[in-house]
């Protein structure tokens, strides 16, 4: 099996960091895409930001100049280092997976999700 593990959620104040963590683990033959979205309750799920197999970066623009996603090819990990926090960002964040897997001689194109950390931003 495949696994993705998120960590790094938690309760911040306005003007706060967190810095989330990923990291897949299990039979995966290589690890293409990662990304993180959120969540917030009764609101669609959105991309917050990716990072290519290359190191190609993209963020939402409510996150651009906050938030910085970085990757660590070597153990499967993503980071999510999130600055200045803003209640907004309050929601569950996902961490996203694409990556190929082998099955039996085929290799398929798959995406794998976490099962989400809360991030919650108060005062």
């Known amino acids: 099996q495949v696994h993705v593990v998120e960590s790094g959620g938690g309760l911040a104040q306005p003007g706060g960091s967190l810095r989330l963590s990923c990291t897949v683990s299990?039979?995966?033959?290589?690890?293409?895409?990662m990304a993180w979205h959120r969540q917030a309750p009764g609101k669609q799920r959105e991309l917050v930001a990716v990072?290519?197999?290359?190191?190609?970066?993209t963020y939402a623009d409510s996150v651009q100049g906050r938030f910085t996603i970085s990757r660590d090819n070597a153990q499967n990990t993503i980071f999510l280092q999130m600055n200045n926090l803003k209640p907004e960002d309050t929601a569950v964040y996902y961490c996203n997976v694409d990556y190929l897997k082998m099955d039996g001689d085929q290799l398929h194109d798959m995406y794998s999700w976490g099962e989400g950390t809360l991030v919650t931003v108060s005062s």
């Open positions: 990072v290519s197999n290359s190191g190609t970066t």
């Open positions: 299990g039979r995966v033959f290589s690890v293409k895409d």
